[in-house]
């Protein structure tokens, strides 16, 4: 076995980036004054080790294999070797075939001669960290590296050193020199020196993991570029899709098994995945967790900190819980990064491992948490889309709502008062209609006057409908329905908090009047401590919530209504004369009932069609007495009291002429030159007082509350009187 010559070894020049080679091989030296018999001149090894550091720290990953595997060769002619190999640890911590060899030519091996069994007892040997010598066969040689063994023992192999490659206490694989001497005449001092090829390779190992982790932060670097890039700008119903393709770019970046993105409920009790990819074969992520099932893993979590973990066992003890779930799905490694936007932790990203375990440097995890905060910031911009969209589609269907109510209360209104409208041929009417015509194409303030019953809001109706501002609703406030103490609220609106019970702010009717017309029914019970306020609007078209100091400006035109003589009550102190004023700019003055007699006739027929065909009954005519009583009548309740008369006598109409069911009371029949007895007077004064609250007895603002009586009171006098 020839040995190869000193003159072959190329002298070096050791730099600055050698110092650490050359002074680990002075020390080494230092270490033993023993000489080697191997070889004549002591300095010869030292220096051809010192010649491949040279080499090998400059090595590119490009010439990787062929430089080692001359490496190799170098040292097994040198030692008079026969094979030489170099085993390196794959990504799941177990030996893959050697990656560089050497064999000298007159060694015959069989096929298959470096079986895997015999590579990972060969790590297994290295595992301690310093040259092994084996002679022989060894005792605990499991089977299937048994048979690798048997080949080399055929082929004459008797003697192997190992030599592990280390760097920082983590085994990167072995270098073996395989003999068929038994080496008996190696000295101890030539192994040791051996140990010095393996720290020269796993530094230079150390180098090019480095090198190769900077190459792929950067690539992943430009990855999260350009998903970043992809999201910026994107719709908001596209990010779902693009975080998934994203996420799968990620998963097959890392090469490891799924990727998912989970988020938080509301409440923080359960973790919902939203997103995930699973590489084939693989089963995918739960659909949820619940944080008192991942306790230590939400905790950190929640707390902006990263759970990451080569194996389980790195997880503390603390989470045992954790540790289990995690393990029955599978799990072996894992990084999970919360997904944080605005401080706040929206959920996780995380990537693990099923089918091995995975190292995760602290740097790649750092990117990790880049790719949370980026998928955070697209989630968030998503769900902040959809409010403004819900809230956009809310507004819109409260509009088209609003829309659709403001058509059909106009259809109601008009459908209403096409049944109810005002009936009537005669002077007074005719001049009365003339005067509302008048006053609807302007927007001056009108007074309707009348008494109790003759159709003053339909009048108001009447002028809006005909006015310039038909194409919006008619609000309208009943000023006598109203208590007092809320009626400033009711017209002016109020803020939330400006008194007990304001739990919202609140607009009032000026404000939703706005381009429109707003009735005020009964003008003459207005509180006069609100006059002011009203005639200030009246003027100045502005006006104060309660509870607030800000103006607000309405363009409102206005139709009052009253039964009262306006004039008598600013005489008597109950009405601002200024406000008087402003409201009687344009008065029409309706005429009672029994000044247009003539109307009644058609009164009854429109209220006799009416209620027929409300009720399904073919009335065809009214009995001759029964008109005439009609006409005799006075009817101080008006044309409201004419309509509940026939009401109830189309109820009680057995056929197809119709019959007053009530005896008209003579001494309520259009005088005659007799003075009034004081039952009479009684009696109109019911009647009168039963018009105004639409016949109603009990109640807030009933007839009996009005005349201070007590409902079964009431009710006595009207039978006594013949009020029905």
């Known amino acids: 076995m020839q040995r190869i010559p000193a003159a072959k070894i190329d002298r070096i020049r050791v730099t600055d980036q050698k110092t650490f080679f050359a002074e680990l091989v002075v020390s080494r030296r230092m270490e033993n004054n023993r000489s080697d018999p191997m070889v004549t001149e002591p300095p010869r090894f030292e220096t051809l080790l010192m010649h491949l550091s040279d080499v090998l720290v400059h090595l590119c990953q490009t010439l990787f294999e062929r430089q080692v595997e001359k490496a190799i060769r170098l040292i097994v002619e040198f030692l008079g070797m026969d094979r030489g190999l170099l085993v390196l640890f794959g990504k799941d911590a177990t030996a893959v075939p050697a990656v560089s060899t050497y064999t000298v030519p007159d060694l015959d091996l069989p096929d298959g001669a470096d079986l895997n069994g015999c590579l990972r007892w060969y790590t297994k040997a290295a595992a301690a960290g310093r040259p092994v010598v084996v002679r022989g066969i060894p005792g605990d040689l499991p089977e299937d590296a048994a048979r690798g063994w048997e080949s080399y023992e055929r082929a004459g192999i008797r003697c192997r050193v190992i030599i592990p490659i280390k760097l920082h206490d983590k085994l990167l694989g072995t270098c073996v020199f395989l003999s068929r001497q038994e080496l008996a005449f190696l000295p101890d001092e030539t192994i040791g020196k051996l140990a010095l090829l393996g720290e020269i390779l796993a530094h230079v190992f150390g180098r090019m993991t480095a090198e190769e982790q900077n190459t792929k932060l950067l690539s992943f670097e430009k990855l999260l570029s350009t998903i970043s890039t992809k999201l910026i700008n994107l719709p908001g119903s596209e990010i779902d899709g693009e975080i998934q393709r994203g996420l799968q770019a990620v998963v097959n970046f890392l090469d490891v098994d799924r990727g998912a993105v989970f988020q938080f409920s509301t409440d923080m009790s359960r973790m919902n ?62 990084v999970m990064v919360p997904m944080i936007v605005g401080g706040r932790v929206l959920g996780s990203v995380s990537v693990s491992t099923i089918r091995r375990e995975i190292v995760w440097p602290r740097r790649l995890v750092d990117r990790l948490r880049v790719i949370g905060d980026i998928f955070a910031s697209a989630l968030a911009r998503k769900r902040t889309e959809e409010l403004l969209q819900e809230a956009l589609e809310e507004v819109t269907t409260l509009k088209e709502k609003l829309e659709a109510e403001n058509i059909y209360l106009r259809k109601e209104i008009s459908v209403e008062y096409h049944d109810q409208k005002i009936v009537g041929q005669s002077e007074g009417l005719r001049h009365a209609f003339f005067r509302a015509s008048q006053a609807a194409q302007s927007d001056a303030t009108v007074l309707v006057l009348g008494e109790t019953g003759t159709g003053k809001e339909l009048m108001a109706v009447a002028i809006h409908n005909m006015s310039p501002r038909s194409d919006r609703p008619l609000i309208t406030v009943n000023c006598a329905a109203l208590p007092s103490d809320l009626i400033e609220s009711e017209l002016f609106g109020h803020e939330k908090g400006s008194f007990t019970g304001a739990d919202a702010r609140q607009l009032g009717r000026f404000e939703i009047a706005h381009n429109s017309t707003l009735c005020l029914d009964e003008i003459g019970e207005f509180p006069l401590r609100l006059q002011a306020k009203l005639l200030r609007v009246l003027q100045n078209g502005e006006f104060q919530r309660l509870g607030s100091a800000q103006n607000h400006k309405v363009d409102v035109r206005i139709i009052a209504t009253t039964n009262r003589n306006l004039e008598e009550e600013v005489r008597k102190g109950r009405f601002r004369q200024d406000l008087f004023y402003r409201l009687n700019v344009f008065p029409v003055l309706i005429p009672p009932l029994r000044e247009r007699e003539e109307d009644i006739p058609l009164l009854v027929e429109t209220f006799v069609h009416k209620y027929g065909r409300k009720l399904g009954k073919k009335i065809t005519s009214v009995a001759k007495d029964t008109m005439k009583a009609l006409l005799e009548y006075s009817w101080p309740g008006n044309v409201r009291e004419l309509e509940s008369v026939i009401e109830r006598s189309v109820i009680l109409c057995p056929g197809t002429v119709l019959r007053l069911t009530d005896k008209l009371n003579v001494s309520t029949r259009k005088p005659v030159g007799t003075k009034p007895t004081l039952q009479d007077v009684e009696r109109e004064h019911i009647i009168e007082v039963l018009s105004e609250s639409r016949w109603r007895i009990e109640g807030a603002n009933g007839a009996a509350e009005k005349l201070g009586l007590h409902p079964s009171t009431l009710r006595s006098r009207m039978r006594k009187l013949g009020i029905r």
């Open 273 to 334: 995945r939203t997103h995930s990819w699973t590489e084939e074969g693989i089963v995918s992520s739960p659909d949820n967790y619940e944080t008192v099932a991942l306790p230590w893993t939400a905790e950190r979590l929640q707390e902006k900190e990263s759970v990451v973990f080569e194996k389980t066992d790195d997880l503390p003890f603390e989470a045992d819980i954790d540790r289990s779930v995690l393990l029955n799905y599978g799990i072996q490694s894992a």
